[in-house]
């Protein structure tokens, strides 16, 4: 499922100075960088790195200093279609675990937590702000139910800090207006969640839900780009014919989160060799001191990270 993929955004898995340097430029440039991308914009391949384990599905990115954090799920038994909705679903849980896992600028597992209860093992895209990592897992189905967790970076000591009668895909904390945003399956719903003083969902308000008038991309990632917008990446599928193979188009996005809708899109002609799009999986972007870097980890299993550049 590729859910939330067009707020996401922003790594580097390259040398120390590599990664300073990819940081320097200020949240304005790194969004005025992205406007300027067309679909003519060259992209060049400067680094591949082969994750050496096993990654399952992966879902979300997040860089924390020098080391890369991604989440991923890991699926047991698949879900199944009901013949007939029952309860509002489509098709029963299966069954699966919630992993993330931190790495370093090799791609060498230095960090791992397991995350989710019972059905509800589905991680998404996820967001760093500066202090927490904030991570959504729900159950792999849509209009179903997720946990909304705050992870420390360091010690990915995970607490609950909300739960949500919907199927959530990818998490963005607004720290100017101290509000979570998170999408739907399909990212055809925009939540905006008031947080406490506690860091917690404040229970005393509901959320506010407005429908995504845009039907390009299902995002997969999202990351916050001040103010007030987030930088989404993923995927749309299409087949000439119902038993034609599945070709993936994917793309950026910039989202306003009071609006609730993009404000700038754009498609990123990237594949892998097998014809993967780039942006399927985990994506991050991020300003260098000349252009843009986006690294992704588009297949499943046995992963590669792919680091390109432009000018």
């Known amino acids: 499922m590729h859910c939330f993929s067009a707020l996401a955004v922003g790594v580097i898995l390259a040398a120390t100075v590599a990664t300073t340097a990819a940081v320097a430029a200020g949240p304005d440039d790194l969004g005025q960088r992205i406007e300027r991308l067309s679909r003519s914009t060259p992209w060049r391949l400067v680094e591949t790195i082969k994750v050496p384990f096993q990654t399952y599905h992966p879902q979300g990115f997040a860089r924390t200093g ?118 739907s399956w399909g990212s055809r719903r925009f939540y905006t969640w008031r947080l406490d003083a506690e860091g917690k969902v404040d229970a005393s308000a509901p959320p506010t839900v407005t429908l995504n008038p845009e039907h390009y991309l299902d995002y997969q990632d999202c990351a916050y780009l001040p103010v007030g917008r987030a930088i989404c990446t993923g995927i749309t599928e299409f087949r000439r014919t119902p038993d034609a193979p599945v070709f993936g188009l994917g793309g950026i996005e910039i989202v306003d989160l009071a609006a609730g809708r993009p404000t700038f899109q754009v498609p990123v002609l990237l594949w892998t060799e097998d014809g993967t799009a780039m942006t399927r999986n985990p994506v991050l972007v991020e300003a260098t001191p000349g252009g843009l870097r986006l690294t992704a980890m588009p297949e499943d299993d046995q992963s590669r990270i792919f680091v390109y550049e432009t000018p």
């Not at 069954?95 to 209860?117: M, N, P, S």
């Open 66 to 183: 020098d080391a890369l954090v991604f989440s991923s799920v890991e699926i047991t038994v698949p879900t199944k279609r009901y013949a007939q909705p029952q309860d509002g679903m489509d098709r029963d849980a299966g069954q699966g675990t919630g992993h993330l896992f931190k790495l370093d600028a090799q791609g060498r597992q230095i960090g791992h937590v397991t995350l989710g209860e019972g059905s509800i093992y589905h991680p998404g895209g996820i967001d760093y702000d500066g202090r927490w990592l904030w991570v959504p897992v729900a159950e792999y189905r849509p209009n179903s139910h997720s946990i909304l967790y705050r992870v420390d970076p360091q010690t990915l000591e995970a607490v609950a800090v909300g739960r949500v009668d919907d199927h959530i895909g990818g998490l963005v904390h607004d720290t100017d207006h101290n509000t979570l945003h998170g999408v």
